[in-house]
């Protein structure tokens, strides 16, 4: 079984972004939308000049709602690996935006009955899905998982789509040997590598730590 790709989201500060590069992590997320965890493109842009991202890395910009003029301002000022729209954009907004940028998109999905049909529908505009927990008045970052019993739909959806589909909501060290048994294509943590508010990277060793044991 191969490893799934591990995203460490929400970070915040020069001291995330340095923690998260020293990580073993594929994709690094600062979130550029109206949240406790907001970041400015000038200063995620100083911050990677001061921690370059290894190699194999790469930096992912979340978004929620916000319009083309929005993304192209960041866009500017950083530049960006992937763009993770975690608002509930239209189909048709997705698509115009796809049109509008270079940078390759991925879409929420936010867990409710049935959502997983909603990713055939954005499917032939986006490069990827993440799945997160639907909670009233916040996009994302609560620390809440959803019912993991319906995960084998997103990830069969994603599979015959051939879209990437990570899974995130309420991940950390404790339960995510529960979620590795449903072998997704990748693991998106925020909370869950928190301390005080703060990214840990003794957090981050443990979750690094708990999916190399199913190498």
Known sequence: M??????????????DISLAVQSRVSYIGVVFAESKRKVTARDVDKWIKAHPLQPKQKLVGLFVNASISEIASVLSHVSLDIIQLHGNETVEQVNMISKQVTVPL??????????????????PFVDGFVIDSKVKGQWGGTGSTFDWSHLPSYIETGKKLARPTFIAGGIQASNIAELLAYQPDGIDVSSGIEENGKKSFERMKQIEERIELYE
Request: proline content about 6%; aromatic content about 12%.
């Open 2 to 15: 191969l490893n799934p790709k591990l995203k460490f989201c929400g970070n915040h500060s020069q001291q």
């Open 106 to 123: 991925w879409k929420v999905i936010h867990h409710e009955p049935q959502a997983w049909l909603k990713m055939e529908q954005y499917a």
